[in-house]
């Protein structure tokens, strides 16, 4: 069996995996270069890059920096394809979103929030431009507005589904009976949401699925089913060229499968996380004080937020998991050994080719 490309607008990936954004500091230049190295598209994260102490326009001007020093290392360790992810509901993602473009990233990757301004902050078409959805309503309502407003339609689609990693598009409610969403339930209504945009617009809306993806066998489900390629985070966290800690990528190896919980972010959605001694202790102080000078999250009601959530990842990031949070994938018990880029994306091929 060949391998089959992913063309996303003017990009062409020579496998069919795109490594998923992961804040804070998850996917940074080290991970997203090395995927694209193999061929794949590597995503930069471009959430909680500010240093937390600082005033809001401090804040924003060090995580400006920080993307942009990211991308530059990113560019300097790969000629393969680069990403970034932005979320939504960062109170300065369109200073970030203009700042990546401005350095030349080719594909911006958006949840947490709906892109319905998006084609007017990135008029240029060789910028490819790629939502994050979770049900063909959402699919059908971005394509609707973007044609409607702008004559234009997006480039591709990440249909994230209940089992992902991070925040998730679905209701705590939904995600007790995560079958009722599966990809397998969820691709074909996407399929056909977006036909019509499709024919309009004469082009393929590529629809790349994510979110409890785990070996070769599960891609090539997924490509079975009509998507164009799947998106990975979780395997790709125990990769020595992950860019988080060694104490984070430790806490995946450890933890069980009844460690893996739904939480309630602060950002307003649900997320997964490990069930670790930070949230063990959240649960019994019920709140922790937060000094929040800089408003990183417009969702985020810091009057009764329970925690700081950048803080929270930030502490993980560093080392400090007994103060952090750890978001995970559904899957992320099953991982049990620490790999690197180059070995996991020859096993999922290999595993995809005798699939
Ligand atoms: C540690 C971690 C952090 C994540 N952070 C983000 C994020 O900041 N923005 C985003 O769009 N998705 C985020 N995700 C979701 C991933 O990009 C990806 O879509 C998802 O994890 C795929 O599911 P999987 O982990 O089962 O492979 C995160 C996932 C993980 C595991």
């Known amino acids: ?9 003017s990009l062409s990936a020579n496998i069919p995996i795109v490594q998923g954004g992961m804040g804070v500091r998850v996917s940074l230049a080290s991970l997203a270069s090395a995927v694209a190295n193999e061929g794949g598209i590597g995503t930069i994260s471009s959430i909680g890059l500010g240093d937390l102490e600082d005033s809001k326009q401090e804040y924003e001007r060090i995580s400006r920096e920080a993307l942009i020093t990211e991308i530059r290392k990113a560019r300097s360790m790969t000629d393969g394809h680069l990403a970034v992810n932005f979320m939504g509901v960062l109170s ?3 200073d970030l ?3 990546s473009i401005q350095e030349g990233i080719k594909m911006i990757v958006f949840g947490a929030g709906l892109p319905t301004k998006l084609p007017a902050l990135v008029p240029d078409p060789s910028v490819n431009l790629v939502p994050i ?20 339609t997006t480039d591709g689609l990440i249909l994230e589904g209940p089992l992902a990693g991070g925040h998730l598009g679905f209701s705590a409610e939904q995600l007790e009976h995560p079958e009722d969403y599966s990809l397998e339930k969820l691709l074909p209504e996407v399929l056909e949401a977006i036909k019509s945009y499709e024919d309009k617009y004469g082009k393929k809306i590529p629809v790349i699925t994510g979110g409890g993806i785990y070996n070769g066998k ?6 079975y089913l009509g998507a164009s390629g799947v998106q990975m985070g979780t395997r790709f966290v125990c990769t020595e060229e992950c860019d988080v800690s060694q104490q984070f990528k430790q806490a995946y190896l450890e ?3 009844k460690d893996i919980v739904i939480i309630k972010s602060p950002v307003g959605m649900p997320g997964r996380a490990i ?3 930070f949230l063990k202790d959240l649960e019994v102080k019920g709140k922790l004080k937060i000094n929040c000078p800089y408003r990183c999250l417009t969702a985020c009601k810091v009057k009764t937020a329970r925690y700081c959530i950048a803080l929270a990842l930030v502490n993980s990031y560093f080392g400090d998991v007994d103060h952090g949070l750890i978001f995970c994938g559904q899957n992320a ?3 049990d050994k620490i790999t690197t880029v180059k070995e996991l994306i020859q096993e999922l091929l290999w595993e995809l080719k005798e699939a």
Not at 1 to 9: F, N, R, T
Not at 133 to 152: C, H, P
Not at 218 to 223: H, N, Q
């Open 1 to 9: 069996m060949k391998i089959p490309k992913l063309q996303i607008g």
């Open 92 to 94: 300065n993602v369109n």
């Open 97 to 99: 979103i203009k700042t």
């Open 133 to 152: 959805i979770s049900s063909a309503r959402v699919a059908e309502f971005i394509l609707r507005t973007w044609d409607k407003r702008y004559e234009r």
């Open 218 to 223: 599960d891609i090539a489900r997924m490509l």
């Open 255 to 257: 933890a069980k499968e």
């Open 275 to 277: 069930n670790n001694r």
């Open 333 to 335: 018990y099953r991982v």
